[in-house]
């Protein structure tokens, strides 16, 4: 049970061939403990359910040649009506995972954990009717520049980066904040005891007690880590905030 019943949970709904794939590994940890609490809810639904011939066939080669299967119209049509019952609106918004679509970002998940919900359209083969896409008006959502062999692990993906931004999920307010790209920058390094191992010590600036100190030279070790590894993400930074640093 939630512990504010009150509150709905933020729902994930997944149009998927394979949904024994769901919750997965979502059923663990942090997004796993909030599945228990109610704080969010994940419903997989089998696409093949509506298929309409004793075959219950979901696909059908393309138009034009080529290779593989596409998934059909028809079918998938019934599906997306059926998964948006009780949830239409852009409260509920629907993407369709494909390498096409725009890129999963950390401004991108909040937006999403921001909803009350999202359903999911996971594609296979050679992917689906693009006619489905324009009648549903269904924006496509990428994880990154590679093909996958369908749109579950991209899901699940998805799901795993919006749940923990869910109120109550994190057990430190404070730490969704500091993590990487939350302020446009990669995360500076963390260290642990013993203060030495292997030959390695921990920088004595963290070892200071000064917070001031401490806060500076993470800043510091976010924007050259930023600048040697996502030049692309420390440019855009350095333009957002209009400013130079010590590093450009």
Known sequence: MSDSPEQSPWRARILTLFPEMFPGPLSLSLSGKALEKGIWDCEAIQIRDFAEDKHKTV????????????????????????????????????????????????????????????????????????????????????????????????????LDSVVRLLPGVMGNVDTAGSESFEDGLLEYPHYTRPAEWMGREVPDVLKSGHHADIEKWRKEMSLMLTKDRREDLFLRYLEKNGKKTDFS
């Open 59 to 158: 696909d059908d080669i393309p138009y034009g040649g080529g290779p593989g299967m596409v998934l059909k119209p028809d079918v998938l049509h019934r599906a997306i009506l059926s998964a948006a019952e009780g949830q239409k609106g852009a409260d509920y918004p629907i993407y369709y995972l494909s390498p096409r679509g725009r890129v999963l970002d950390q401004a991108f998940v909040k937006e999403l954990s921001q909803k009350k919900g999202i359903t999911l359209l996971c594609g296979r083969y050679e992917g689906i009717d693009e006619r489905v896409l324009e009648h549903h008006q269904i924006e496509e959502l990428s994880i990154g520049d590679y093909v996958l062999s369908g749109g579950e692990v991209a899901a699940l993906v998805v």
